[in-house]
């Protein structure tokens, strides 16, 4: 009698399930649920951008190659990758400096053969590299070590501030911090650090760009302007009011549908779900994130390693990051610096550099199973 360990249909099963099924069950239905909602927001805003629509489901469906791939790739041999990645990363952001391409004004893109943006790649390289610069000094970490990785954290920093890029730089300066924080960084330090930076906000507003000076302005008072630079705040949190209790229902947003609101399937894409689905609709929103942010940190404090602890610990508070970030300014308590909100705007770049965050995260998880069994 033939066993069914014989059978080519188990064997079948038993490769897909392998090499498919690898995603963490609860990150992946908490993110299929984020993903489902901001499709919903995202065919709202984008009903005039023919095309716009059918590019945010191709987005989503490269985000989930790029996360399975992530997912592959064991713990270790990201570890190994870290510093590499972290060299050609500044080396590309010093090619930006000397002869990057200007949009806008800014200086942020360069030509490899294809046009990126290397900013995006210290997304990853930053808590790559500090997470294992910290692993291998585990058994002795001290206060040099910290200077050291400040001085890692600083350079790519230092770069993408002189393309200017705020919001890029804020995120890279936040997931370089949670390493440092979680690798013991000291509070005396920490406090000391936060009391330094405000006593030098006065030096710090003189470097500011005028843009940048005027951003910090409009939050303060937006109807100085109100069909300038004020345009964006006042628009969006008008939306996000007139949303009410249980919102307008989709598709019958009227401050994105008559064209009040802009930027709205990308940076804004927040007030466009909010005034169609109202408070109701932002309190599912937020508790879909305070889950997938606690999955991750779970997940953290579960790790085998202090590198992969490091890691997805960075990148789980990145994540946090950015939806702070983007709720925070779309509602008017921010300045508005163009961060996306995390799964739910439309962009291809910001889009997969999360996708792979998601994708280390499940690969750590996974590798903790594998270790375990």
């Given at each position: 009698m033939r066993s069914f360990s014989n059978n080519p249909l188990s064997t079948l099963v038993e490769i897909i399930k392998r090499h498919f099924f690898i995603f963490d069950r609860s990150l992946a239905i908490i993110l299929g649920l984020i993903l489902l909602l901001g499709c919903l927001a995202v065919s709202s805003a984008a009903y005039n951008?023919?095309?716009?629509?059918?590019?945010?489901?191709?987005?989503?469906?490269?985000?989930?190659?790029?996360?399975?791939?992530?997912?592959?790739?064991?713990?270790?041999?990201?570890?190994?990758?870290?510093?590499?990645?972290?060299?050609?990363?500044?080396?590309?952001?010093?090619?930006?400096?000397?002869?990057?391409?200007?949009?806008?004004?800014?200086?942020?893109?360069?030509?490899?053969?294809?046009?990126?943006?290397?900013?995006?790649?210290?997304?990853?390289?930053?808590?790559?590299?500090?997470?294992?610069?910290?692993?291998?000094?585990?058994?002795?970490?001290?206060?040099?070590?910290?200077?050291?990785a400040g001085?890692?954290?600083?350079?790519?920093?230092?770069?993408?501030?002189?393309?200017?890029?705020?919001?890029?730089?804020?995120?890279?300066?936040?997931?370089?911090?949670?390493?440092?924080?979680?690798?013991?960084l000291s509070w005396r330090l920490i406090i000391?650090?936060?009391?330094?930076?405000?006593?030098?906000?006065?030096?710090?507003?003189?470097?500011?760009?005028?843009?940048?000076?005027?951003?910090?302005?409009?939050?303060?008072?937006?109807?100085?302007?109100?069909?300038?630079?004020?345009?964006?705040?006042?628009?969006?949190?008008?939306?996000?009011?007139?949303?009410?209790?249980?919102?307008?229902g989709w598709m019958n947003g009227t401050q994105s549908h008559l064209e009040f609101i802009p930027e709205r399937t990308t940076d804004f894409i927040f007030a466009v779900f909010s005034e169609e689905f109202g408070l109701l609709g932002n309190g599912v929103l937020l508790v879909l994130y305070l889950l997938l942010i606690g999955r991750g940190l779970i997940i953290a404090a579960n790790a085998p390693t202090l590198f992969s602890r490091l890691l997805a610990g960075s990148l789980t508070l990145s994540i946090f990051t950015y939806a702070f970030v983007n709720m925070g300014m779309v509602s008017g308590i921010l300045p508005v610096v163009g961060v996306p909100l995390p799964f739910m705007s439309y962009g291809g770049t910001a889009f997969a550099t999360l996708s792979i965050c998601m994708g280390i995260l499940m690969s750590i998880q996974r590798n903790r199973k594998l270790v375990q069994t």
């Open positions: 951008f023919p095309g716009r629509f059918e590019g945010h489901l191709r987005n989503i469906m490269a985000g989930l190659i790029l996360m399975w791939i992530a997912a592959k790739i064991p713990p270790q041999n990201l570890m190994r990758l870290a510093m590499p990645i972290y060299l050609v990363g500044v080396a590309l952001l010093v090619g930006v400096a000397v002869f990057g391409l200007v949009k806008n004004g800014a200086r942020r893109w360069i030509n490899v053969g294809i046009i990126i943006q290397p900013s995006e790649i210290m997304k990853l390289a930053i808590p790559l590299t500090l997470a294992w610069f910290f692993q291998k000094r585990e058994t002795m970490i001290r206060w040099t070590d910290f200077a050291f001085v890692l954290l600083a350079i790519p920093v230092g770069l993408i501030l002189r393309q200017p890029d705020l919001g890029t730089a804020i995120l890279v300066i936040s997931s370089g911090f949670f390493v440092l924080f979680l690798a013991g000391g650090l936060g009391i330094a930076g405000l006593a030098s906000l006065p030096l710090v507003w003189g470097l500011l760009h005028d843009y940048q000076r005027n951003r910090v302005m409009t939050l303060l008072d937006p109807s100085s302007d109100p069909l300038g630079k004020g345009f964006h705040i006042i628009q969006s949190t008008i939306a996000i009011g007139s949303g009410g209790l249980i919102g307008k």
